[in-house]
């Protein structure tokens, strides 16, 4: 059984690629209202994200970037803004820098 990331709360490479695709599917929010639909969708998601990503830092991070997003489309705030931070900070996760 693969994990969705390490100890040191970065995602595997398929973890990454899963969560990607996942806001791929949602990135017509960019161009088109919110309905109840997609809210459902996108805090099912959020749940999705939770449990198996864990209470890492970067985890944490990568949760609270997608409730930024939820939260943009809610209040009809800055919604490419916020899907763009969330795309960077999923692609980002997987990225180990070494000292």
Known sequence: MSTASDASGALSASTRAKLLAELERVEHLLFEP????????LYALS???????????????????????????????????????????VQRSGLKTTH
Do not use: H, N
């Open 34 to 41: 919110m309905t109840q639909a997609d809210l459902d969708r």
């Open 47 to 89: 749940d999705r994200w939770t449990e198996p990503l864990g209470d890492s830092p970067e985890a944490i991070a990568l949760c609270d970037a997608l409730d930024d997003f939820i939260a943009a489309g809610i209040e009809d705030g800055d919604v490419e803004k916020a899907y763009r931070e969330l795309v960077e900070r």
